[in-house]
Nanobody, 122 residues
Framework: VQLQACGGGLVQAGGSLRLSCAAS????????MGWFRQAPGKEREFVAA????????SYADSAKGRFTISRDNAKNTVYLQMHSLRPEDTAIYYC????????????????WGQGTLVTVSS
């Protein structure tokens, strides 16, 4: 599966961005999709994940209440809506695909997208 993420950019603190990730395969609905991020000088960390049908979501504590993950299986696309952005959200955001709910763990991710840069200015 090839994952193509887009939607990153420069935004002021308090602003919003919506990331999108398009998958190459029609078997998109068989993957647990997610987002990870990596800030400069830091390890890659889990942000959000969503189940095959979209009925179950999970978030990192830092994302709860501000970020919303969703998916459209008809369009083979997963989204990450981000509100109330903070400078500490600055990172490269990676779209991921995994087999199951262990998608919250980097080593369980099967496919990684190329990443899209989000920069939040103070």
């Amino acid at each position: 599966v090839q994952l193509q993420a887009c939607g990153g950019g420069l935004v002021q603190a308090g602003g919003s961005l919506r990331l999108s990730c398009a998958a190459s395969r029609r078997t998109f609905s068989s993957y647990y999709m997610g987002w990870f991020r990596q800030a400069p000088g830091k390890e890659r960390e889990f942000v959000a994940a969503i189940s095959w049908s979209g009925g179950t979501t999970s978030y990192a504590d830092s994302a709860k209440g501000r970020f919303t993950i969703s998916r459209d299986n008809a369009k083979n696309t997963v989204y990450l809506q981000m509100h109330s952005l903070r400078p500490e959200d600055t990172a490269i955001y990676y779209c991921t695909a995994a087999a199951d709910a262990r998608a919250t763990t980097a080593r369980r991710v099967k496919y990684w997208g190329q990443g899209t840069l989000v920069t939040v200015s103070s």
